[in-house]
């Protein structure tokens, strides 16, 4: 597979703050990213997504921001929510239309 | 709109026999659909990329004879993992690709297989 198999980071927040999840990708000629929510025994749920001529993007409570000089892309949710608390993937589009995942953070929210 | 479907959700079955898992793009029509596996804790792998009326793309490290994938429709794939071994065990993903947004990918619910 394309993606690295390796131990899930976690990010614990209260319940109503600001949430940061980062994500590195790998190639510099990706044009487009999304990023996904997977709750446990589900299938990824897009959450919002960006092309490489943006550096923002808003969506509701959810903000995208890609720094293509840096090859870094971070997802902020705000006032997160116990329903937020979920494992999210960034994914990069490839050649085919193939997607690359990241590694996945853990969110987990405490009420 | 843009719902895909995977059958069975979960199954168990005895070391050495085969399961089919279908995955189905319910209200769009889909030329390419994905399969994934997905170990606890860990990301989505992708395992191969099938083609509506042609062979799938396999990824590097994934054995085709073992993990067979027919895309007879432009709304159905299946994979059937072949003589299956405890180490198959895994969550199974799949993910459609609408035609008309060639950008957007879909996923099902995943299909959670355990060989005993």
């Known amino acids: 597979g394309e993606s690295v198999g390796l131990h899930l980071p976690t990010l614990s927040v209260q319940e109503g703050d600001n949430s940061i999840i980062n994500c590195a990708y790998s190639?510099?000629?990706?044009?487009?990213f999304i990023w996904y929510k997977q709750e446990s025994g589900k299938g990824p749920q897009f959450i919002i997504d960006?092309?490489?001529?943006?550096d923002k993007r808003q969506g509701q409570r959810v903000t995208v921001l890609l720094n293509k000089t840096v090859k870094h892309l971070s997802l902020q949710i705000a006032a997160t929510q116990p329903g937020d608390s979920a494992v999210y993937f960034c994914?990069?589009?490839?050649?085919?239309?193939?997607?690359?995942f990241g590694q996945g953070t853990e969110l987990s929210v405490k009420p | 709109g843009a719902v895909v479907s995977q059958h069975p959700s979960r199954v168990i079955c005895k070391s050495g026999t085969s399961v089919k898992i279908e995955c189905r793009s319910l209200?769009?029509?889909?030329?390419?659909m994905f399969w994934y596996r997905q170990f606890p804790k860990q990301s989505l792998m992708l395992m191969a990329t099938?083609?509506?009326?042609?062979?799938?793309?396999?990824e590097q490290g994934v054995e085709k004879d073992k993990f067979l994938i027919n895309h007879a429709s432009l709304t159905l794939s299946t994979l059937t993992v072949t003589s299956a071994h405890p180490e198959d065990s895994s969550f199974y993903i799949c993910?459609?690709?609408?035609?008309?947004?060639?950008?957007?990918?879909?996923f099902g619910p995943g299909t959670r297989l355990t060989v005993l």
């Open positions: 099938s083609n509506e009326g042609s062979k799938a793309t396999y």
């Open positions: 190639n510099s000629a990706s044009d487009y």
């Open positions: 209200d769009f029509q889909a030329t390419t």
């Open positions: 994914a990069e589009k490839s050649q085919g239309g193939k997607l690359i």
């Open positions: 993910s459609a690709r609408d035609l008309d947004r060639l950008d957007t990918q879909y």
């Open positions: 960006i092309r490489s001529n943006m």
